[in-house]
């Protein structure tokens, strides 16, 4: 895949008066990855090893700066490895390729939520992945300092993307997601927009406005099949 997402949930749009799109951030919390069976899990981050807690918080901290007062913990779970190893969970070839080398399974997966209402953020997921020692896996966060004064206004994304997908022709997106993407290690706005019903069997075009920076990336139709 082109850009690879490691989160992509639902987003509320609404329009003004005037037909202009007002984007709200919220994301749904996603479920928990269950290999096998039901792994202990709590709302409640104090359920956790210290040397969990301390890390995970100390990571938060560090990351989101003045956005760390707005964010909560919304839940988490232990993944016993030995556990899943024993029932021969990685006995399976396509099993392990795909966990064991393209996306190692965590002891710890944790979920957090961070609201701002002041920036149209109902809810954005923040996900960390522990090893058993406490080292990051995977987090969705940028890897830099994220200031406030940096998340775009409606306005201020709308203006990019009509500047950055004058090639696409709409006037509207027919569909909108606030995501993560892995490889950008920044939160976008993603505009899907489906072709004009006399053109089949295409899966139509994308832009995603980056909601911190000037980045946009506009995918036509046909380098999306690749």
């Not at 989160?7 to 003004?16: D, E, G, P, W």
């Not at 003045?66 to 021969?88: A, C, P, R, V, W």
């Not at 206004?153 to 696409?168: F, H, M, P, R, V």
Request: aromatic share 16%; glycine share 4%.
């Amino acid at each position: 895949m082109i850009n690879k997402l490691i989160i992509l949930l639902f987003c509320a749009v609404s329009y003004t008066v005037s037909g202009q799109i007002q984007l709200i951030a919220n994301q749904n919390v996603p479920e928990f990855y269950n290999p096998s069976k039901q792994i202990d899990s709590s709302t409640n981050l104090q359920d956790f090893p210290a040397h969990i807690q301390k890390k995970t918080l100390n990571c938060l901290k560090w990351y989101t700066k003045e956005f760390y007062d707005s964010i909560h913990f919304i839940k988490g779970q232990f993944i016993d490895l030995k556990q899943i190893t024993n029932t021969g969970f990685f006995e399976d070839s396509t099993t392990f390729a795909y966990f064991d080398i393209e996306h190692p399974i965590p002891s710890y997966e944790l979920y957090f939520g961070l609201t701002d209402r002041s920036l149209n953020i109902q809810q954005i997921i923040i996900k960390i992945d522990l090893d058993e020692y406490g080292q990051v896996l995977a987090f969705n966060w940028p890897y830099f300092s994220v200031k406030k004064s940096a998340f775009r206004s409606s306005d201020q994304i709308l203006t990019l993307l009509n500047e950055g997908a004058k090639d696409l022709n709409y006037a509207l997106p027919d569909k909108i997601n606030f995501v993560f993407k892995e490889n950008e290690r920044e939160f976008y706005w993603e505009f899907g927009y489906n072709l004009p019903t006399n053109v089949t069997n295409e899966p139509g075009s994308s832009s995603y406005v980056s909601s911190i920076s000037q980045r946009v990336i506009s995918i036509p139709a046909f380098e999306r099949k690749r």
